[in-house]
């Protein structure tokens, strides 16, 4: 398997870590070797956070600038801050209204590069599921509808029930399942107009 690369990305406070650990187990668990590292920089509460997953046969932790196959971003800003992580042809995920992402003035450089954007309003789902500390819980759910990459919907699934302490396993699911539709749906309509 050739090595998939994965940056994630937020602000502190948003479970940027957490995220990449789901990933991470997934990945284990499937039996990939994996390389990760995180750079934190103002990694208070608020400060950017960002994190590189590698799976598969990395000799590097850190990806380079144009190597990540997907970016999820847990902020509209890091996403665009981020974004020359992408490859030409990478995938886009990020925590923003689906019909204001992405902003006019870098939808451009996406086409351009072949670079597929896709939002959804993680944290307002998060919030009305009474979970509003799972955001990324939704990010990752959501990433995971499409069907892109080694670690399928059902494995990272499993990892969040396996993860998550016996009184939030619940509403984890939830969110989990609530998000992986929301991000079916859009799937579905993609897939009308091809």
């Known amino acids: 398997m050739r090595t998939v690369n994965y940056v994630l990305c937020g602000l502190g ?3 940027i870590l957490f995220m990449t650990k789901i990933f991470a187990m997934t ?9 990760g590292a995180e750079t934190h920089g103002m990694a208070q509460r608020g400060g950017s956070v960002v994190s590189h997953l590698r799976i598969g046969k990395a000799r590097s932790s850190l990806i380079r600038a144009g190597a990540a196959d997907f970016l999820l971003s847990m902020d509209e800003s890091e996403a665009y801050r981020y974004l020359p992580y992408l490859k030409k042809g990478g995938k886009l ?20 590069q072949d ?7 993680a944290s307002k789902t ?7 500390r799972s955001t990324n819980l939704a990010m990752v759910a959501f990433f995971s509808a499409f069907g892109f990459g080694p670690l399928n919907a059902d494995d990272l699934r499993a990892t969040v029930d396996n993860m998550s302490p016996g009184p939030f396993k619940e509403t984890n699911l939830k969110i989990f399942d609530t998000c992986y539709e929301t991000g079916r749906k859009m799937v579905n309509k993609l897939n009308i107009f091809d």
């Open 93 to 112: 995920f990020t925590n923003a209204p689906s019909d204001k992402f992405p902003d006019e003035r870098v939808a451009a450089y996406l086409e351009k």
């Open 115 to 121: 670079i597929e954007p896709r939002a959804m309003e």
């Open 13 to 15: 406070g948003q479970g």
């Open 27 to 35: 990945a284990l668990n499937k039996g990939y070797n994996i390389l």
């Open 126 to 132: 998060a919030m009305d599921l009474g979970s509003p």
